[in-house]
Structures are given as C-alpha cells and as structure tokens.
C-alpha cells in the first residue's frame, strides 16, 4: 500500500469515527436536559394539583410566562446585554491581570513570596465586603461594577496559572533543556501544553464567578441588567420575576461556560486523558 493510499485510508477511518461518535455526542447533549425537565414537570404538577402553594414559588409555567412579557417589551434583551456586557468587561480584565501576575509569581520564588500572602488574604473577603469601598472610590458608575466582576474573576484563574507552573514536571522540563530548546521553544512546545489543562479549568471557574459577582456588582445602584431584575423583583414582591432573572442567569453560564470549552477545545487535542465508560 502506498503512502497516499494510507493517507486515504486514515482519513476514512477518522471521518467514519467521527460520525459514529456524533449521536453519542447528541445523546449526551440530551441527557443534560433531562433533570432540569424532570424537576419542572413535577414542580408544576405540585402546584397544579394544590401539593404546595404556587404564591412564592410560582411554577414554570408563570415564569416562562414572565419572560415571555419581558421578552415582548424589550426589556429581557437589554437586560441580558448588559449584563452580558458587564461580565465580558470584568471577566478580560480579572483574566488579563491574573494571568500575569500568576505567570510572573510562578516564574520567580520572590514575586511569589511578595505578592502570594497579600492575594491570598484578599481571597477570603466577601463580594460584598467590596461594594461599599467600590462605591466610595468609583462611585456607582460602569467602572466600580467591572472591577468588581474582575475582583471575581481574578482569584481563580490566579490560583490555576499559578498552581499549573508550580506542577510542571520538573524532569519534562530538563529533557527540554538537554535538548537545547531556546526559552521561547522551551515555553511553546512543553511549559504552554503541560499548563493549558488546568489554567483552562480555572477560566471556567473565574467565568462562573463572574457571573455570581455580577449581581452583587448590580446592587450598586442599576438601573439595568438581570441583577436589577432581581432587586426590582424583590421590591415588588415579583416571585416569578425573581425566579425568571435566576433561569436566565443559569442558561447564560452554561451557554458562556460551554463556548469557553469549545473555544479551548483545540488547544487542548494533543491530551490522551482518562474517559469514563458509559
């Protein structure tokens, strides 16, 4: 057999393995729907049937039925804008900031000994605990809700970077350097791949925190945004409307979570990882 009919060959092998893994793919994509469809459907049922009152904890129907309106009126789109937009801000400068210094506290044992104490005292104070401060310094304006978004942000994808060039095989790294490997060739073709994996994960963590810090980011005197539903909600005495701002916060994570994993996907190809069966 030939060299390009080997090439031919492979090819084949790889297409039709693909399509054999897209309804395995398309299965799993469908079982995520299952529990939250379960769950809806007997919490509606509860209500209809008089098993719990549907006052303060409205069923699905009432809360699509919210959205629904919102959706109508515009206000659903221009909340989830900028909140989106909010998130998109704080997460590319919580993300940006903490990938430098965790690069640079992994690369050097004395920036580590400066900057890691400090960081992580700050990890333990509340969100919370920053809006008042926030407000004092930036008032209640963009400025004071993004850098609250990026406080968020910051601490997880800090800890990966660091964590992930603290755990780099110190061998790996040696047989790099036996080989002659320039500083550039030695950071693209070992250090870059043997980190990749957890600073991934950590992107993920510090998106979904991104999106919890948003709320307490639109406490701070909004006027717009799904956090501004929430309050607006409470206010009014609005379960529903509470319930709705919370579906579209989860659909948003999970929809922003899965295009980060999608995202990552190639640079992450090379892994021979263990799968789980079934």
Known sequence: MTA???????????????????????????????????????????????????????????????LYQLA????????????????????????????????LAGASKLARDLVDPALQGLRA???????????????????????????????????????AILSVDRKTVEVGRIFRLSTPALVRRILLPAIL??????????????????????????SEGLGYLLVDGQQLGKPEQILAAIFVFAVLGKITDGLLVVASAPLLTWQDAFAPRG
């Not at 893994?21 to 008089?50: C, D, I, K, M, T």
């Not at 109508?72 to 990938?99: N, Y």
């Not at 969100?127 to 997880?156: D, M, N, R, T």
């Open 197 to 222: 994996p957890a600073y991934v994960v950590s992107l993920r963590a510090g998106l979904g925190l991104g999106w919890m810090f948003v709320v307490a980011a639109e406490f701070m005197g909004a």
């Open 72 to 103: 109508l009126s515009g206000e659903l789109l221009l909340h989830i804008s900028v909140t989106t937009a909010r998130v998109a801000a704080g997460f590319a400068l919580g993300v940006v900031t903490a990938t430098l210094i965790g690069a």
């Open 4 to 66: 390009i009919e080997t090439n031919i060959a492979e090819e084949k092998a790889r297409i039709a393995g693909a399509e054999k893994r897209l309804p395995q793919r398309r299965l799993r994509f469908l079982l995520g729907f299952v529990l939250p469809v379960v769950f809806a459907l007997a919490w509606e049922a509860a209500v209809r049937f008089g098993l719990v009152q549907g006052r303060l904890m409205p069923p699905p129907s009432r809360i699509f039925a919210t």
């Open 125 to 163: 104070v509340p969100s919370i605990a920053w809006v008042p401060l926030f407000i004092l310094w930036f008032g209640i304006y963009e400025q004071s809700k993004i850098i609250l978004i990026a406080v968020g942000c910051f601490f997880p994808v800090y800890l990966g970077m660091l964590g």
